[in-house]
């Protein structure tokens, strides 16, 4: 199975998420896209336990720490959706977006293409702030608008069930998993959400 973790926003907790169901599934870790530095790719690496996950390389590695489509202008290079193969692994797959589901790899494709584009099924990581309510229903409004198919949502953050409700019955979405806020993110707090997380997958 080939799992799409995209966001609502920049910062939401795609990298943790990644590495918790990668941990969870021991399964591969692909990040298409990496702009600027860290490379999520590396952060996933360390903070993996299990022999079995194997992290693929990325397709476009770019200089600067912005949209694909400006830092890729930058790098001289233009990114087109061709030029995308997934990785042959008879592994799960979990991919990684860059930013939300909008942010665009040129002047026609959004990161979010590339869920269409492999058929996955998209995991959608909402962060728990003010006016992430918004944010979660628009990107859930154009997932659904374009027919993703969509396995459900992440909460990320300190707990605030009123937003979670709204959230989910205007979604219909399933609460997947909830993150709560970590001050560092080791290779044990991993593991520990990896157990969690098997348990209702």
Known sequence: MN?????????????????ILCEALKADYWKPVQAGLPRDSDTVKNLLSNSDSKIQPETFVLKTPASPHAAAKSDGIRIELEKFKIPQTKNNLVIEGAGGCLVPLNDYDYVISLAKKFDCEVILVSKLYLGSINHTLLSADYLASQKFKVKGIVFN???????????????GYPCLFRIEHEVAITNEIVRKYAERLKINW
């Open 3 to 19: 799992y799409f973790i995209t966001a609502i926003g920049t910062d939401c907790g795609k990298t943790f998420f990644s590495a």
């Open 157 to 171: 953050g300190s707990p605030n069930p009123e937003s979670e409700e709204i959230i989910l019955k205007h979604t």
